[in-house]
Each structure stands twice: as C-alpha cells, then as structure tokens.
C-alpha cells in the first residue's frame, strides 16, 4: 500500500485521538461510582424488603391488639349484664344469686387476664413500631446517598461525553488527510489490537516497544517513502517521522 507521508503522518494524530476516546471510554465504564452504586442499589433492596417486613410485623400487632381489645369488651359487656342483674333484685333464690356472683367474679379474672394480654400486645407493638422506624430510615439513609451517588455518576458521565464529543468532532478533519484504503487499514488494525498506527521512534516501534532488527530498519530505509510499512512484531503502521533513526 502507499500514501503520502504527510496522510500517513495524520495517522499518528488520529492514533492519538482514538487513545483520547479510548480513555474517555475506559473511564466511563470503571467510574468508582458505579461499584458504589451496585452496592447501594443492593443495600437499598434490602432496607427496603425489612421495611415491609417490619411494616407487616407492625400491622399484624395493631390487629392482633384490636381483636384482644375486643376480647376484653365481651367479657366486660357480660360482666356489666350480669351485675346489672344482680343489682335489679329479680333474682332471689340464694343458689342463683351465688352462682350469679360467682360468674362474675370468674369474668372479673378473665378480663384482668385479657387486659394483661393487652398490654403485652401493645408493648411488642411500640417496639414493632419504634422498629420500622429505625429500617425506614435506615432505607431512606441509603436511598439518599444512592440519589447523591447517581448524581455524581451523570455528572461525570456528562463530562465525559462533552470531552469524548469534543474529540469525535475534531476527527473528520483528519480522516479528510487520510486516503480511504490507509483508513481502512488503520480501523482494521485497531480493531484488532486497539492501536492502528504507531511511530517508529529511534529504531522502535512506539506500538509494541520493540526494538527493530538491523535487517528490518535497512528494509524500511530502503522502502519508498510513500509506501505503507508494518511492525513485524505486532503488525501495526509504522509511522516514519524526523526521530525514527533511519
Ligand atoms: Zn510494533
């Protein structure tokens, strides 16, 4: 292939504009912030799943109160009925007037009783309630440092964007200096190993690093100088400049 040695010198700027992207690119996808934001959206799933279960905990208590409550009702609703009969002097035969007063004295026992259970209910309740408190602010804690660590990633994303746009934009006024075919070359070549083109700079290939052979730089002395040469080593454009030590 042969080009010009000024388009093949364009390869250089272009080999350094795509390195630009490729960074761009490569910050992009390892921004702190998105382990930060895995592990966050992670936390948050699971606040939030003990929210509800310390919701539902709650609910049930506040239920199962109401029903003991209830309880506690009935048995003081019968006991009031059978002390409003006791007091009305209808009954009169001293077994039914015992058997009267016993009742309700076992009614009397059976709400204290129940009025215990009450109690109990609602002190698990206030620590069921105090509980869910505690997970929803827990879950609202994270929700907002998530919020804050989202902010921060589109802030950086958008920076990166305008940056990686700024390079995109400056790339057809290079591409314009390169003839098709070397351009295609080039985009192969990137393709495969990242990096198309590369200078050769005081014997070596800046691609690879390697220094070339004696035999390899009398050949690309004795090349013409628009003709296209590749790396032995990793196959890339060399690129002959002033420092290439030719
Ligand atoms: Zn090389």
């Known amino acids: 292939m042969k080009a010009a040695p000024e388009a093949q010198k364009r390869l250089l700027d272009l080999a350094e504009l795509d390195a630009g992207l ?13 382990a930060e934001i895995d592990d966050l959206s992670k936390n948050l799933a699971r606040a939030a799943t003990e929210a509800i279960a310390a919701e539902t905990e709650a609910g049930d208590l506040a ?3 109401t029903k003991a409550e209830a309880d506690v009702d009935a048995v003081r609703l019968r006991a009031d009925r059978d002390q409003k009969r006791l007091d009305s002097g209808q009954v009169t035969s001293p077994k039914d007037l015992a058997s009267l007063q016993s009742e309700i004295a076992s009614l009397q026992r059976r709400q204290g009783d ?7 209910i609602m002190e698990r309740r206030e620590a069921a309630d105090a509980r869910v408190e505690t997970v929803k602010g ?3 804690e994270v929700a907002a440092t998530l919020a804050v660590a989202e902010g921060r990633r589109d802030a ?6 305008k940056e990686a746009a700024e390079l995109q934009g400056r790339r057809p006024a290079i591409t314009a200096d390169i003839p098709d075919d070397l351009l295609a070359l080039y985009g192969k070549l990137r393709e495969q190993s990242g990096v198309g083109a590369a200078m050769l700079h005081g014997g070596r290939c800046l691609g690879c690093r390697t220094s070339l052979s004696i035999a390899d730089l009398n050949r690309i002395r004795a090349a013409a100088h628009d003709e296209v040469v590749r790396c032995e080593e990793c196959r890339r454009i060399l690129v002959r400049t002033a420092e290439s030590g030719l």
Do not use: N
């Open 114 to 120: 129940l009025e215990e259970v009450v109690l109990e």
């Open 138 to 140: 827990r879950r609202d």
């Open 156 to 161: 950086a994303f958008a920076e990166i964007d």
């Open 22 to 34: 490729d960074r761009l690119r490569h910050r992009r996808r390892t921004l702190p912030e998105l």
């Open 63 to 65: 239920r199962e109160q």
